[in-house]
């Protein structure tokens, strides 16, 4: 399995968080990695690292969208969230690591997630050129429940459950 991407120590100023971790490709950050020992949060990146070096990922509804449909694999139940300044991310999952886990464990786990993950982003497409059952495919693995409301995915985008898109403003 060919390593595509890097986990580094973020220093991003502002995180509420004892460690910051951001999971990033060709010096683009996609994840961030918030929390402590025993447990952290795996969330889509919202900002560039203060360092200007490592920007964010620009594609952000490709990026929401690879989220939750990862979230949906792991059945973690993924939320669209805000952070302080009101930027929407994707709180995947929590990493848990037991006290009978070592580190190489756990790292080698969250390596598998992380090369799904990519696995997903890779292979998007964009909506336009999907058809009608690819998105109520895609409306079936992010709709969090069966009760037919409309999926949030980004930006003031919707998704109905008969795949049709539309635009709401944020």
């Known amino acids: 399995m060919a390593r595509v991407f890097e986990i580094s120590k973020s220093n991003k100023s502002g995180l509420n968080s004892k460690e910051s971790y951001i999971v990033t490709r060709n010096k683009v950050s996609y994840l961030r990695i918030l929390g402590a020992e025993p447990q952290w949060g795996l969330m889509t990146a919202t900002a560039d690292e203060d360092n200007k070096r490592i920007k964010v990922c620009p594609e952000q509804l490709r990026l929401v969208e690879t989220a939750l449909r990862l979230g949906n694999e792991l059945t973690t139940s993924p939320l669209v969230e805000k952070d302080w300044a009101g930027r929407e991310y994707v709180q995947i999952c929590l990493i848990h690591q037991p006290p009978e ?69 944020r």
């Open 101 to 169: 886990q070592s580190d190489q464990e756990l790292t080698h786990e969250l390596s598998l997630v992380l090369h799904r993950f990519f696995e997903l982003y890779d292979a998007w497409t964009v909506f336009s050129s999907r058809s009608d059952d690819d998105m109520v495919a895609l409306y079936d693995a992010v709709a969090p429940d069966n009760a037919g409301s409309d999926v949030y995915l980004s930006d003031g985008i919707w998704l109905s459950r008969d795949g049709t898109l539309t635009d709401r403003g």
